[in-house]
């Protein structure tokens, strides 16, 4: 990741980062409940975005909670200071700041979470390192991100596996790691985190799935930018494109969602 998020700050990611938040806020509810989150806790929400996770969370915290939601992107800083004013909500500020560069107050929060960010750092390590003497003592880091393999469209065309393939090349050429989650646990046991855990996220839906338009408003709607990155070709975005409507239209269709883990470690 060279200065700014890859995918970009735009109405169109604020868009699809709205209807993301959707198709997964009960995995993310799933991993609060397994943590114990509730009323009075103190929380990070690193790399918030629009809020899609913040929100929900400063609900769940109440009353007596709060949640600190760091972003970088001005776009997305405002439009959740934006629905932060128009829902009256009181317990939830935001910090625009990069993450590369942020250091948390010392032992201020119960709990440090994460939804794919890491996954487009270069130094994921250096990165936790600042963060955990925020953490109080028991507190929890939690990160939600990618292990990428396993990703797929079936009935399987060359082009799927082309376009997939640019996109993990996409986060490598940007410093990322699309395997990041993978590497995580041994990461969390050298900063000293304890109890870590791993739970595992594998999804499949068909053309009407949510899981499939996630998919495509991702892969169809950053093919522009993997054709100025020199990822791929018009004619192969193109070929993926009347590839993909072809495949949509076949009996028992799938698209199969690149693995999630959720890692957790106590401090």
């Known amino acids: 990741m060279k200065g700014q998020y890859m995918l970009g700050a735009s109405p169109y990611e ?12 009960s995995m993310t509810e ?18 918030a975005g629009i809020g899609v996770v913040s929100l929900p969370l400063a609900g769940r915290v109440s009353p007596g909670g709060e949640v600190a939601a760091l972003e970088m992107a001005p776009l997305y800083a405002e439009t959740l200071r934006e629905q932060i004013a128009r ?6 500020r935001v910090i625009e700041e990069d993450v590369r560069s942020f250091r948390a107050p010392k032992a201020a929060y119960d709990l440090i979470y994460s939804r794919w960010v890491f ?29 990428h393999l396993g990703c797929a469209y079936y009935p399987n065309r060359p082009s799927f ?18 395997r990041v989650a993978g590497e995580l646990p041994a990461i969390f046991y050298r900063l000293g985190l304890k109890r870590v855990e791993v739970t595992p996220h594998i999804r499949v839906g068909g053309p009407e799935s949510d899981l499939w338009r996630w998919s495509e408003l991702f892969f169809i709607g950053h093919l522009p930018a993997m054709i100025r990155e020199k990822l791929i070709s018009v004619g192969l975005a ?11 239209k076949i009996p028992g269709a799938i698209f199969v969602v690149p693995t999630i883990f959720d890692v957790v470690g106590r401090r």
């Open 87 to 92: 829902k009256d909500i009181d317990n939830l």
């Open 161 to 178: 596996d082309a376009v997939i393939e640019a996109a993990r090349k996409w986060y490598l050429k940007t410093g990322g790691n699309y």
């Open 14 to 25: 604020i868009e699809r980062l709205t209807f993301q938040g959707e198709v997964w806020r």
């Open 30 to 47: 799933a991993l609060f409940d397994r943590i114990g989150v509730g009323p009075g806790w103190r929380c990070l929400d690193v790399g």
């Open 119 to 147: 996954s487009f750092l270069r130094d994921v390590e250096g990165t936790l390192k600042r963060l955990l003497p925020g953490l109080k003592k028991g507190g929890f880091l939690a990160v939600e991100d990618y292990h």
């Open 238 to 248: 193109a070929r993926f494109k009347k590839d993909l409507e072809e495949v949509k």
